[in-house]
């Protein structure tokens, strides 16, 4: 699929079992191997882009495509367990799976826990968990793995009514998206969120040689930088590094100024605490900063010409 | 100074600096010796208290004692440095210090840049850094560095409004707090907030044999688990934990119903990511638990009794 | 290139700097781009290995090429250093660049102080830096990751004497190596090695179905687990968890009483702790496995009939 | 206790759970509160030392008081498990306990698998785990948690033949020692060596102003630097640059031609992966120092006058 600046798209996109998963049965272990979970619609090539640009993706449209969604314990996955990273001889967590109702007319989604007859009913806040370009240096990787260009952040500030600006690494950027949550606590606790395949509409667009080191994103109320690493203090100073210069760069101050600035009023949600590499955002509310203009106020461009997709 | 549970006691607080640090040109490193930062008020016993119980704090009130509170970058100290325990070869950040005006009828904050003109002000959020009670098994530690019995913290959440459990380790308990900021990103990144002399208003009262094994918070929305620890990921780990457990706990769900009802409703920012322990915070709303008793309705007990208090 | 099991292979490779950097004025941050440190020789293909399978590369002998040898501090490279992943806003440590004179008939290198006149011999004791297969899963990865596929790990126990056992993941395995040194410290301490060109022999010998998790090594008086990861304790762990599974294996004990003999007897020096993941090493002396034989003997088969390129 | 500088003071050491566990069925966790582990010996003030002094501990001989020696599993302790630092929701490991045949004649430890009929004759190579100084601050600090001032660092380092430089805090220094290990892996893998009643035989000795940061050890062929933190990168970081500048002191150099050397010549074990901080060495050969003089030659005059007491 190819298209140009400026478009919009619609994309649906399958859950992260490729929709294997159906009932509580459906052990995730035995329906889906390590290395086909994630499944990512695309790539999309975006005409035009070159290395080094920036491309803009605005979700003005996210929502669920199934009456159910799915949340599971995998086997050594989640922060509340030995992983394949953090490996210990302790037998893993029993696999369970949960099975939540979607009523998108109400948005909602109802939890049932397995155990006993305790139930809760949630709003809705739908997001997609993996969104990236593809690599640099002729790299080839899993989208599992979160890194400089995208892939698995499993944020839920990547909801409808975000920009998100990735670099470009490659002719045509070569877009992908997928993994969508019905909603999801902020670190990604037991490893999954509530995974639901989504109908969404997206708007592209890109802005030449402005490539970020890391992704960023904006919503109306605030500037946010990523960082994917591990430990967790190497993905939170990334995030908060990227801030800092951010800052500088859009209010002209030096470095330690911002570092000051941004040190009183930043916020620092994790992603995710789960993946092969963990993300925490750096959120900058837009008041700090005077309102500045962020890449010619690409975010509001995109928001205005897909306002009538908006959910 | 000694009072029984259910008393209201006015506090006064000296800034981390012992209030040494009065203008831009007094470095910290050169004014305060390491082991002299964060000097606190107290130790204040509760009588009653016995090692097992919990110690509820309740902060009615906390407001800055001077119309000016003194930000720094502190050599080796923050988190976009190489530390005394992240340690590089690499020269410090330049030490340098920010003088905010504080208006406490405006209830703002004004920053100026160093560098250039650049200004901005800001809504007060006065907090306390550091809150704690004497450590078990006879030690004697640094308030300083946070662990299970409270401590040098360090997080925007413990403002008016919020009530702080911690456990009772020696007969007494002996509460001690300082450290106020008049405001403070969430993460601590530079090493310091608005550092700011404090008077505030604590209710506390104890609940016999309900010591937490972490501290914990509640204020009217959220209840609240911490963790502090290195990595950051074991503090993001033991906060998350205890969350769980308090949920399972309060629900009757069986431990991993628990811990996927937190892994979809949980909010994780960082309290601080500079100190010898960082610490990070699992906040649960309460319309996740549909609104469960906590410690018999402390909260909204102390909430009440010292409503007249509030700032 | 295309081999068979049991060839032996004569490698020239290059160092890790391509060859550019030749005096001490060549900065390796303007001679060679990141992307493009560490070439490698290869992939050689070896014939009826399948994915499953393990392959065995003993390394008969590894001979400096040239006279000279290049360390260097490269900017946010290295262990006490802020780096690409340990991000700071301090500035770089000051890139430097050393030249060894390397004697192969004394068998030494000569180190020259850049400030001073100290001079230290050294016994020269080469390695290979990096030594890999394809990885799985169809990624394509930078070498200088090291990972389950081998690559980067930087091991002076990579050395003449040695058998590297790799788990094979693709039809042919693509075995590829590069980025000698003539001796190196255990963790690559400053980010490089006396890196220098390479004349080597190796044999390969393939057992059907053995592939380990991680690469492993053994010569006459260790075998060798790795981890390669971040943090380093997760890197320690895997090496160890492995070292324990293998010597269950061997042995017929159950996990718990090979935990509890690899407690007490395994050695456990870094790899590198520079690279963007960290490899630790978990050897255990083969006393305490009763010489127990392992892959029916592949080790010292490969020696045998190698023994004439031996240096 | 109270000795002078240059005194030899013959201690006895008990085993880290206080001698209570005595067969394969008294469960450490059962027999023994945590807070109780690793009793050490001492006090001893050393008369005459002052804060800012180093404190010279020369190991003349350290000999298993018992026929016995014990190893166990503790829960949620040890390097292959989830701890009290790395929390999990999984249930901990089996506890279990092994006795290990201890022959001082023979100079072996007999190792019996508890599982099948594994045996294994290992030799003997007694260490203190646990020696340390008051610390600094007025702080005073559960000895299993080593630090600057030593305590629990768990490395089989120090072993007879070696001496152990401290940092005086406070006036006598008040040296403590204990938990003896008959031998131990690097690493302390599974949390416990053989753990051993000792008798030992040390020398002390002043160096009046010459308090390192870290505490240090020499033998006849290595300087050691040591450093204790979480995680264990940091800890690895410390010890390494401790190494750097005292190298660059002995040798005159300068700090990155001190990193340079170090890169290339050093050894770096773990002490401990277990305990609330890690331990890693640092291990510089002397030859690369062109053996020179170290505090004086306090290591081979210590070595000299307490000759007639090693083991």
Request: hydrophobic share 40%; net charge negative.
């Amino acid at each position: 699929m190819s298209v140009d600046p400026g478009d919009i798209v619609e994309v649906s996109t399958e859950d992260c079992f490729g929709g294997m998963v159906k009932t509580s049965r459906d052990l995730p272990s035995e329906t889906v191997a390590f290395d086909r979970l994630n499944p990512v619609s695309g790539p999309i090539e975006i005409r035009g882009a070159e290395p080094g640009d920036l491309l803009a993706v605005h979700f003005a449209s996210i929502v669920p495509a199934r009456d159910y969604a799915i949340s599971a314990t995998f086997p050594h996955f989640g922060a509340l367990t030995g992983s394949h990273e953090t490996v210990t001889l302790q037998p893993p967590l029993d696999e369970r799976v949960w099975i939540y109702d979607i009523d998108v007319d109400a948005w909602t989604a109802t939890f049932s826990a397995t155990r006993s007859d305790h139930r809760l009913v949630m709003p809705l806040d739908p997001m997609h968990g993996t969104v990236g370009v593809a690599p640099a240096s002729d790299e080839v990787r899993l989208v599992v793995t979160p890194s400089t260009y995208g892939g698995n952040m499993d944020t839920p500030e990547l909801r409808a009514g975000v920009t998100l600006y990735l670099p470009v690494n490659v002719p045509g950027a070569m877009l992908s998206l997928g993994d969508g949550h019905a909603r999801q606590g902020e670190g990604e606790l037991c490893g999954t969120g509530l995974e639901c395949a989504m109908n969404s509409v997206i708007a592209v667009d890109v802005v030449k040689g402005a490539a970020p080191a890391w992704p960023r994103l904006q919503n109306d109320e605030y500037l946010m930088s990523t960082g994917s690493m591990r430990p967790l203090e190497d993905a939170f100073r990334i995030s908060q590094r990227d801030l800092v210069n951010w800052t500088a760069e859009l209010t002209g101050m030096d470095t330690l100024d911002a570092y000051q600035l941004v040190s009183q009023t930043v916020r620092t949600p994790a992603a995710n605490v789960c993946d092969p590499n963990f993300t925490m955002m750096a959120k900058l509310p837009t008041w700090a900063l005077h309102d500045a203009s962020v890449y010619g106020g690409m975010h509001q461009h995109l928001k205005a010409v897909s306002a009538k997709y908006r959910n």
